[in-house]
Antibody
Framework: QVQLVQSGAEVRKPGASVKVSCKAS????????LHWVRQAPGQGLECVAE????????YNAQRFQGRVTVTRDTSTNTVFLELSSLRSDDTAVYYC????????????WGQGTLVTVSS | DIVLTQTPLSSPVTLGQPASISCRSS???????????LSWLQQRPGQPPRLLIY???NRFSGVPDRFSGSGAGTDFTLKISRVEADDVGIYYC?????????FGGGTKVEIE
């Protein structure tokens, strides 16, 4: 079955960087889009970045311009989200989400990774 | 970016009674391929969201048939025919007709 397993919670100081991983299994990793979506405490959902099946970042929310890097390791079916120059308002749960193949959208979600930015 | 506006913000419902959530888009969600990529998600407390409905009215695998979706163009509705305790949570609409993905603000379903 499709599974997206993310790395554990992280605590960083303002100005630091964080790298979150998402390991995919149960499907052909290189055939699907992958989205990163975040949810600040008590808030709604926001798209952070999107990568195509080739691993190219095809979307990056303007508010994160220059601060988001998405990479992947096809040998381990893992995608990484790195966010730099962290600010307190980057505190959120970050989810990796699989893009669908038969229609445009998203289907399976990772369990989420809480990133806390605090001095 | 497309803005999705959900109403109501909160929906107190009696067990066994229906619930309805509206999602209105700032522009038509009809894609150039003729499809409308509007989905609904459920987020139970402490859990990640899960997909309920895709392309307006298609139930995803394992979703009970008490959940249904309808609508067209810019106006969409999620209905729960008979609310169960397990349905408590926040419901989001999400569109993928135009990049980037955007989400509605969420509607909290709670039991009265």
């Amino acid at each position: 079955q499709v599974q997206l397993v993310q790395s554990g919670a992280e605590v960083r100081k303002p100005g630091a960087s964080v790298k979150v991983s998402c390991k995919a299994s149960g499907y052909n990793f290189t055939s699907y889009y992958l989205h990163w979506v975040r949810q600040a405490p008590g808030q709604g959902l926001e798209c952070v970045a999107e990568v195509n099946p080739r691993g190219d970042k095809v979307y990056n929310a303007q508010r994160f311009q220059g601060r988001v890097t998405v990479t992947r390791d096809t040998s381990t079916n893992t995608v990484f989200l790195e966010l730099s120059s962290l600010r307190s308002d980057d505190t959120a749960v970050y989810y990796c989400v699989r893009g669908t193949s038969n229609w445009k959208g998203i289907d399976f979600w990772g369990q989420g990774t809480l990133v806390t930015v605090s001095s | 970016d497309i803005v999705l506006t959900q109403t109501p913000l909160s929906s107190p419902v009696t067990l066994g009674q229906p619930a309805s959530i509206s999602c209105r888009s700032s522009q038509s969600l009809v894609h150039s391929d003729g499809n409308t990529y509007l989905s609904w998600l459920q987020q139970r407390p402490g859990q990640p969201p899960r997909l309920l409905i895709y392309k307006i009215s298609n139930r995803f695998s394992g979703v009970p048939d008490r959940f249904s979706g309808s609508g067209a163009g810019t106006d969409f509705t999620l209905k729960i025919s008979r609310v169960e305790a397990d349905d408590v949570g926040i419901y989001y609409c999400v569109q993928a007709s135009q990049s980037p993905l955007t989400f509605g603000g969420g509607t909290k379903v709670e039991i009265e």
